[in-house]
Nanobody, 125 residues
Framework: QVQLMESGGGSVQAGGSLRLSCAVSGYAAIPGCMAWVRQAPGKQREGVAAIKWGLSTYADSVKGRFTISQDNASKILYLQMNSLKPDDTAKYYC????????????????????WGQGTQVTVSS
């Protein structure tokens, strides 16, 4: 059974940086389709970064500030977040799609059927 465990969240001031990690267990490798998704109180879930067979995609709101990467040997997915803004405050989730169809958008959140518990990121002004 595939499990995802996020870590690395915390509280930072605007302009600061954080690196989130998502450890994959119960699977031989990092699934081909992975994403970081966030949800702020009272708002819908938002895909912020995704990686599909090595190709990364970013939401416009984080492009140029966030970087998604993976360590295949350690089976860890990362999200490097720089120049953080108060609007980035949310709970961040790691999500996986084992099937990883090429025909579905990386930000079609319904495709992700495995989710971690999330890690809170709070950015103060």
């Amino acid at each position: 059974q595939v499990q995802l465990m996020e870590s690395g969240g915390g509280s930072v001031q605007a302009g600061g940086s954080l690196r989130l990690s998502c450890a994959v267990s119960g699977y031989a490798a990092i699934p081909g389709c992975m994403a970081w998704v966030r949800q702020a109180p009272g708002k819908q879930r938002e895909g912020v970064a995704a990686i599909k067979w090595g190709l990364s995609t970013y939401a416009d709101s984080v492009k140029g500030r966030f970087t998604i990467s993976q360590d295949n040997a350690s089976k860890i997915l990362y999200l490097q977040m720089n120049s953080l803004k108060p609007d980035d405050t949310a709970k961040y989730y790691c999500a996986a799609d084992i099937v990883c169809s090429r025909y579905r958008s990386s930000f079609d959140l319904a495709r992700y059927h495995i989710w971690g518990q999330g890690t809170q990121v709070t950015v103060s002004s």
